[in-house]
């Protein structure tokens, strides 16, 4: 077969940043004498696309003429279209000036670029959550990580030295140009991709044949396997699923698994169109967007934060400029008598249908130790989930205690573990007081210092339940966006407890006479940041569970959250 004429790059050209043989040594031998900072996973994630050509046309992180373009208009500083910010942030003062160069490295310390610094110029979380993301609720993942960065962007060349080094599914880890080459070989000048962070199940893979077919083309199931949405399926379980679907249920001459080390934004309609310039960097023509694609779910007021198909009507009105043809995900139902898939608005009248939510996947099947049906998804992936996901009474949790000082929380601590020690539950305590002795010992009460308490414990909680245990964390978390980081970290199984006591009856069980002093203080005209008097409270919008911490008992309040798990199958009755 001949080879395909697939589209060319965005932009018309694949960068590719990275350096070898001479002049990486050099490289490597003076990056010991310049200064360094430390880049995130987002960063790393970032930098490999921008190396590899995945972001092209970009070559750098922004500097700040196409940070501001893309922000408000969509486009870089030259009139292309560019839908999202991609920056590096880092702390000023760890930074050289201006023409001096630096080195990034990643959390290992390894040396993985250099850069000149071209720019440093300081940007607004909240302005760039409102004009790229369309709002400033922490509940959007990206809302929450932002209020984390540097206070400055920093842009200018780099040199890639080493690209970020993986050890799992090595085969799968293919940069664009070698992507091209493989869906070159194939033949086939139409390409269809799928973007994912699930588990594939018979739905999916029946529309994606369909589309394959659609275009008369290859296709490329390209997962996203960098930074997804907090609670997604990890993965190593996915690819696992992936590869068991490709070699067993795909045409292998015009299919191709490629892993995509992409960090989302779950910035919905915007991001389907930086999926879609990926995309065409990997030779890719047509891509698939789905309902409430790269959606990060509800708001703090329940209402979702994009429109089931904003993202398609975006891709339909930016797909010539792209280059990228849409291919709207269809709706499909399951037909058990006559044992198909077709889309929702064919389905016969009166036929039976059968379908299964991914809330049904999670809590009816997965939590309960329940195999998938084969209607539903292949044998292998029913059976690698279960695998990795055992019930639910058998996995770790997290019970978070928020609320003001005295509100009740180390009082309900210490009787819901009882309880649980009586099922036969041992627990891991993080209190508030207790961790400020040990883990944060000489930290103060700033915000900063604050929001980095927190997100130690958020660390520790998050280590203990992805290994299976169970943690109890009672600490005022005063902050709604820190508390969403310190859920992110956790991951699924993060209940928030809300212990609701006014600061009036707080004020009266102050044995500790903190509020009494910080009144004083505030009378003094020397306010102390005292979380209620001079600081202020942020309640959760949407706990799992909320407690009143007066009118009834610490042990009232226990069974309460003893009941909840029950229910939710945490524990068994």
């Known amino acids: 077969m001949a080879k395909a004429k697939l589209i060319p790059p965005y932009g018309g050209k694949l960068v590719n940043l990275v350096v070898e043989g001479k002049e990486r040594e050099e490289l490597l031998a003076r990056a010991s004498k310049l200064p360094s900072i430390k880049i995130t996973m987002r960063n790393l994630c970032d930098l490999e696309l921008i190396a590899s050509g995945g972001f092209s046309p970009l070559t750098t992180f922004m500097g700040k003429a196409d940070y501001e373009r893309v922000l408000h208009e969509m486009r870089l500083s030259d009139g292309t279209l560019f839908p999202l910010p991609i920056t590096l942030t880092a702390d000023p003062k760890e930074l050289p000036a201006v023409g001096e160069e630096i080195v990034l490295r990643n959390a290992n310390n390894d040396v993985i670029a250099i850069m000149k610094l071209d720019e440093i110029f300081h940007w607004d979380a909240d302005t760039e959550a409102m004009l790229a993301y369309g709002s400033t609720d922490p509940k959007h993942p990206m809302v929450s990580e932002m209020q984390r960065w540097g206070k400055v962007c920093i842009s200018g060349p780099m040199k890639v030295v080493n690209m970020p080094k993986y050890y799992d599914f090595v085969s799968l880890r293919r940069t664009p140009a070698e992507v091209r080459a493989i869906l070159e070989d194939m033949g086939h000048d139409n390409v269809v991709a799928f973007q994912t962070r699930n588990p594939l199940h018979r739905i999916h893979e029946e529309l994606t044949k369909r589309a394959a077919a659609q275009v008369k083309g290859s296709l490329l199931i390209h997962p996203v396997v960098g930074m997804t949405k907090p609670g997604d399926v990890d993965h190593y379980t996915r690819v696992r699923t992936y590869k068991a679907l490709v070699d067993n249920y795909y045409d292998k001459n015009s299919t191709l698994l490629s892993l995509l080390p992409l960090a989302m934004r779950m910035a919905g309609p915007r991001e389907a169109l930086l999926h879609a310039i990926i995309r065409r960097n990997h030779g890719v023509n047509h891509f698939i967007v789905g309902r409430d ?76 130790g329940k195999l998938l049906p084969e209607w539903f998804t292949r044998p292998e992936t029913a059976e690698i989930l279960r695998e990795m996901y055992p019930p639910r009474h058998k996995q770790g949790f997290c019970i978070w205690f928020t609320g003001l000082s005295g509100s009740g929380k180390s009082a309900t601590t210490q009787v819901f573990t009882a309880l649980l020690l009586e099922r036969g539950r041992e627990t891991a305590i993080l209190d508030g007081d207790v961790v400020r002795t040990h883990l944060s010992k000489g930290l103060g009460f700033s915000k900063e210092d604050r929001d980095t308490n927190i997100l130690r414990i958020g660390f520790v909680a998050g280590e203990i339940v992805h290994a299976g245990g169970i943690v109890v964390c009672a600490a005022i ?97």
């Open 293 to 368: 694609h790269a959606g990060p779910g509800n708001d703090s007021a329940g209402k979702p934060f994009y429109g089931p198909y904003d993202a398609q009507e975006n891709m339909r009105k930016y797909e010539a400029e792209l280059g990228v043809k849409m291919i709207p995900f269809e709706m499909l139902v399951y037909l058990p008598d006559e044992d198909r898939y077709v889309e929702e608005k064919d389905v016969p009248k009166g036929a039976k249908v059968a379908n299964i939510s991914g809330t049904q996947v999670r809590n009816e099947y997965l939590a309960k």
């Open 477 to 573: 978390s005063p902050y709604r966006a820190t508390r969403a980081e310190a859920r992110k970290m956790v991951g699924e199984n993060f209940i928030e407890v809300f212990m609701d006591t006014p600061v009036e009856i707080c004020e009266q069980r102050d044995v500790k006479g903190l509020y009494a002093k910080a009144r004083q203080a505030m009378a003094d005209g020397k306010p102390m940041g005292f979380t209620g008097i001079d600081d202020p409270y942020e309640p959760p919008i949407e706990p799992e569970i909320t407690l009143k911490g007066f009118g009834a008992s610490p042990e009232d309040n226990a069974r309460k959250i003893l009941a909840y798990l029950e229910k939710q199958g945490y524990i068994l009755p």
